[in-house]
C-alpha cells in the first residue's frame, strides 16, 4: 500500500511538466480564436453574479446587507465545485485519443482540470476581494489569511468528487449528464443565494446540515462576509471531508483505470 | 525479469466485453435487448524480447497485434497473465496520435513530450532535434488542424524517435507518408539499433520486416501462430494467405484479381473446397476481366477444354491473346498451336506420338511429356498425372525431371507436400551438379518450406551451390555465418565469403566483358586482352573462365598454342564439375591434340562427364566401349550407353546403337 502510494507519487512527480502543459492548454486552448479569449473563463461566474444579483434584489427585494458581497463570497467557490465536477466528468472522455494512444497516469488528467478551474477562481476571488476593500464593508486581515487554507481544502474536496466521476463516466456516459442536473439543483440547498437561519423550516435546515458543502461557503462566509475566523468545527468538518472525498475518490479511479483505454 | 530482456509477456489474455443491443425474438423490430458478448482477443500469449532486438509482428486485420502493442504500452492491461517491460516506453499507435487540433505544431510537441514523461528542460534540449527532423520547419508554428495525416504521422514519429527511451513501439507507421519519410524511418530505425534500442514493429509490409526485424511473431487469432527469423515467419504467413480458402474468398470479394485467380484455382482443382467448375470459370473471369494474364490463361484453357463448343473454343483463343499480349508465356504457346488450321488433330498427333514414346520408356520423352501435362502445352493440364511422368524419368536418372520432381514435392503442387520427398530429389538431382537443385534446396531449409527449418543443412547446401559457382549462394553463405545462422557466428569466416561474394560479382562482369570481346570479330589485341581478363579471372577462381582459358590455349586464340596449358586449366575446370571441360579435355587426350595421346585419360573423363548425367559423355564413352579405346571392347557396355544417351535425345548414340 505505502509502495504503491510512494510510486504513484514519484510517477506524478515526473509528469509536472505535462501537467504545466495541460494546464496552459486548456487556459490558453480552449478560448483560442475567440475574440476575449481568456476573459471568458470569468464570464460565467460573473454572469451568475450579475443574475442572480437582478433577480433577488428586485423580485425578492433586499433582505441581507451587502448581498453583493455575500452572493460572491459563495459563488465563486461554488462555481469552482461544480466546474470542478462537470469538467472532471469530461476530463477522461474529453482526452480520449491520448488515453488510447499513450501510457502516462491518467489522473494527471482530472488533476489539471482541476488547476485551471483553481487559476480561475483565484483570478476571480483576487477581484472580489479588491472590490470587497474598496467598498469599505471592512473586513479582518487575519481572517484573510485563512482563506488559501480554507481554498485548498475545498480543491481537495472537488477532486475527489471529479476523480470519481470523470472514470464513472467512461464507464457510463450518462453520468456527465446527471452530474449537470444535479449541480443546477445543488446551489439551492447551499446558502449561498440566502442566508442560513432558522426561519425557512426544519426540512430545509436538516437538508443545508447534511450538504457537506455548506461548510465550505459558510467558511467562505465568515472569512469575506463576516470578516472573522471560521468556526474551528468548520474546518474540523471541511477537513474530514476533503480527506475522505479525496481517498475515496482516488480508490475509486485507480481501480477503475485499469478499464479506460478500451472503453473509450 | 531475466538479464538482457526488455520485454516478457508471460500468458496474457484479453477479452474484450462487445455490448450491442440485438432484436429479441419474434420480429425484428419487436423488443431489443442488451446483449454483452466476450470475445476473446488475446489468448495465452508468451513473448521473450531481449534488449536491442528489433522485434517484428504480422498477423491479418483483427488478429490482435494492435491490443498486445498496447499492452505491451501499458495503454491496456491484460485481463491475466503478466507484462513486464524494462526501461523506458516510447510507442506510436495508429494515426492522429492525440494531437491538440487548435495548438502549433511546436506546442503539440512539448505537449507529446510532457506525455512521454519528460520535463520541460529536457524537451526544449529536444526540441530543434525533433523539428529538424520532422522535415515540417515551415509549417511548425501552424495549427495542427490544417496538417494532412502523412505530416501528423511525422510529426508524431518524429517526437517518438528523438526522445531519449530504451524500448519504442510503432504500430503500421510505416505505411503513410511519402517514399522519402519511408526511408527516413528505416534510417533512424537503424540508428536506434545501433543505439540499442529494442524495437517493437507491427506492419503489413513483408519488406519492412523482412529488412529490419531480428525476429517475428505471427499473431494469428490472438496467439502467437509461429516466431521465428523475419523470412521464414513472413513466407508462412503470405502462404497461409494464398492456402486459407476463407481468406482468399474474402479477399477476392474485395475485387483483389491475383486473389480471384487464386480461388478459381482452388475451385478448379478442389483444394480446400468441393471442385466446383462453374465457380472456377467465374472466378477465372472476373480476374480476367481486370486484365491478369494468368486469369486469362485459366479462363481460356477451362473454356478450350471444358465444353469444347466452337463458340468457348473461338472465345478461348481472344483470351489466349489478351494473355499471350500480357506476355505470358505459356498462353503464346497454346496460341501457337490453336492458330493451327487444323489444331486438334496435329497437336493431339504429335502429342500422341510423345505419349506413346514416354511409355516406351524413353527418358527424355517422359521429361517432355511430364512438362507439357504440368504446364498445360498441348495437353490438358493435369498436374497430378505430371507428377507421375516426372517420377518414373527421375527414377530413370533424369535429372530436370529429378529436380521439377523435388520442387513439386517443396510447393506441393499435383501433390501433397512432402518435405522428405522434396529433399530426396532435390538432393538426388543436385548429386547430379543440377544448380538450381542446391539452390532450391538451401532455400527449403531455410525458410523451412514443407519441412522443419534447418539451418546446418541450408548452410551446407549454399555453400556447395556457392562452391559450384552461384554468385547469390556466396553472399547467403557469409550473411549465415554473419548471424551465426546454423553454425556458431564467425565473423572472419563471414568476412571470407563475403570477399569472394565481391569477387565473383566482379568475375561475371571480367566473363561477360572477355566474351563480348570474342563475339564482335576481334583483333588480335581485342583477342589476347580477352585471353588476359580470362587468365585474371580464372588464377582467382572462376570456373567458366578456366575453361574458356584452357580452350583459348588449345585453339591458340590471342595466347599461343599451348597443350600443357589448356590441359591444366580444362582439368581444374573440369574438376569443378564443368562438364564442358569434362568432354573438351577427354577429346584432347582422344585425339593427342596439344597433349599426348591417352586414350585412359579420355575414358576418365568421359566417365566423369556421364556420370554427372551428361548425354554426350555418355554417347563418348559408348564409342570408347564399341571401339575398345582405354577400355576392353564391350559392345554390351556400348549398347547400354548409347541407349541411355539417346534417351536424352542424342543423335550420335541413336547412330551408333544401330551399328553395335
Known sequence: MIERTERWLRELFNYR??????????????????LIGYLWHLVNPISMVLIFMLVFSSVFGRTIDDYWIYLCSGMFPWHLFSSALNSGCHSIIGNAEMVKKMYFPRDVLVYSTIASSLINFTISYIIVITLVLLSGHGFDILALIALPFVVALLTVFSTGWALALSAATVYVRDVAYGVGIVTMLWIWVTPILYMMDSSRGAMLEWVLRINPLTYFIECFHSILYDGVLPHAGDILVCSILAAASFIIGITVFKRLERGFSERL | ???????????????????????????????????????????????????????????????????????????????????????????????????????????????????????????????????????????????????????????????????????????????????????????????????????????????????????????????????????????????????????????????????????????????????????????????????????????????????????????????????ADAGNPDAQIRLAETGNPEPGKDREKIMERLRGLAEGGCLRAQASYADCLFRGIGVKQDRREAMRWFSR?????????????????????????????????????????????????????????????????????????????????????????????????????????????????????????????????????????????????????????????????????????????????????????????????????LKGNGVDKDEVKAAGMFTMASDTGNHIGTALLGTMYMEGLGFEKDPVKARELFLRSSEFGNREALKNLKRV
Open chain 1, 17 to 34: 511538466f505535462m501537467f504545466r502543459e495541460l494546464v496552459a492548454r486548456e487556459l490558453k486552448g480552449r478560448y483560442r480564436n475567440t
Open chain 2, 1 to 323: 525479469m531475466k538479464e538482457g530482456n526488455a520485454v516478457e509477456v508471460r500468458n496474457v489474455t484479453k477479452r474484450f466485453n462487445t455490448e450491442c443491443l440485438v432484436a429479441g425474438p419474434g420480429s425484428p423490430n419487436g423488443r431489443r435487448r442488451r446483449v454483452s458478448r466476450k470475445r476473446t482477443v488475446l489468448e495465452g500469449i508468451d513473448l521473450e524480447i531481449s534488449k536491442g532486438e528489433t522485434f517484428g509482428l504480422v498477423g491479418r486485420n483483427g488478429s490482435g497485434k494492435s491490443t498486445l502493442l498496447k499492452i505491451l504500452s501499458s495503454v491496456m492491461y491484460p485481463d491475466s497473465g503478466e507484462v513486464e517491460v524494462s526501461g523506458k516506453v516510447a510507442s506510436v499507435l495508429e494515426l492522429g496520435m492525440g494531437f491538440h487540433r487548435d495548438l502549433s505544431g511546436r506546442e503539440n510537441i512539448r505537449i507529446k513530450g510532457s506525455m512521454y514523461g519528460f520535463s520541460e528542460k529536457e524537451m526544449d534540449g529536444m526540441m530543434d532535434e525533433i523539428i529538424s527532423y520532422s522535415g515540417l520547419e515551415e509549417q511548425i508554428d501552424d495549427p495542427v488542424r490544417i496538417y494532412s495525416s502523412g505530416m501528423h504521422a511525422r510529426l508524431a514519429f518524429a517526437v517518438a524517435v528523438n526522445v531519449k527511451c530504451d524500448v519504442i513501439i510503432v504500430d503500421e507507421i510505416l505505411s503513410v507518408g511519402d517514399a522519402g519519410f519511408r526511408v527516413k524511418c528505416s534510417n533512424s530505425f537503424r540508428e536506434m539499433k545501433k543505439r540499442g534500442m529494442t524495437i517493437i514493429l507491427a506492419s503489413h509490409s513483408k519488406d519492412i520486416i523482412n529488412s529490419m526485424c531480428d525476429r517475428v511473431a505471427w499473431i494469428d487469432g490472438g496467439r502467437v501462430r509461429d516466431i521465428g527469423s523475419g523470412e521464414s515467419v513472413c513466407y508462412r504467413y503470405e502462404k497461409s494467405l494464398t492456402d486459407c480458402f476463407d481468406t482468399v474468398a474474402e479477399m477476392a470479394e474485395t475485387g483483389d484479381p491475383a486473389a480471384q485467380n487464386r480461388l478459381g484455382e482452388m475451385y478448379r482443382d478442389g483444394s480446400g473446397v468441393a471442385e466446383d467448375p462453374g465457380e472456377a470459370v467465374r472466378w477465372f473471369r472476373k480476374a480476367a476481366d481486370r486484365g491478369l494474364p494468368e486469369a486469362q490463361l485459366n479462363l481460356a484453357d477451362m473454356m478450350y477444354y471444358g465444353t469444347g463448343t466452337e463458340e468457348d473454343r473461338a472465345g478461348a483463343e481472344t483470351w489466349y491473346r489478351l494473355s
Open chain 2, 393 to 589: 524419368a527421375a527414377e530413370a536418372g533424369s535429372v530436370s525431371s529429378q529436380f521439377q520432381l523435388g520442387l513439386n514435392y517443396r510447393d506441393g503442387l499435383g501433390t501433397e507436400k512432402n518435405g522428405e520427398l522434396a529433399e530426396i530429389w532435390l538432393s538426388k538431382a543436385a548429386g547430379n551438379h543440377h544448380m538450381r537443385a542446391k539452390i532450391e534446396l538451401a532455400n527449403m531449409f531455410l525458410k523451412g518450406m514443407a519441412a522443419e527449418r534447418d539451418l546446418p543443412k541450408a548452410l551446407r547446401w549454399f555453400k556447395d551451390a556457392a562452391t559450384s559457382g552461384d554468385a547469390k549462394s556466396f553472399y547467403q553463405t557469409a550473411v549465415m555465418y554473419r548471424d551465426g545462422m546454423g553454425t556458431e557466428s564467425d565473423p572472419e569466416e563471414s568476412r571470407r565469403w563475403f570477399d569472394m561474394f565481391a569477387d565473383q560479382a566482379y568475375l561475371r562482369v571480367q566473363n561477360n566483358l572477355a566474351d563480348i570481346l570474342f563475339r564482335m570479330d576481334p583483333s588480335d589485341r581485342e583477342r589476347q586482352e580477352a585471353a588476359d581478363i580470362h587468365a585474371g579471372a580464372a588464377g582467382r577462381g572462376s570456373i567458366a573462365s578456366a575453361y574458356q582459358l584452357g580452350i583459348i590455349y588449345r585453339d591458340g586464340l590471342g595466347r599461343p598454342r599451348d597443350g600443357r596449358e589448356a590441359e591444366r586449366w580444362l582439368g581444374l575446370a573440369a574438376s569443378r564439375g564443368h562438364q564442358g571441360a569434362m568432354i573438351d579435355l577427354g577429346n584432347m587426350y
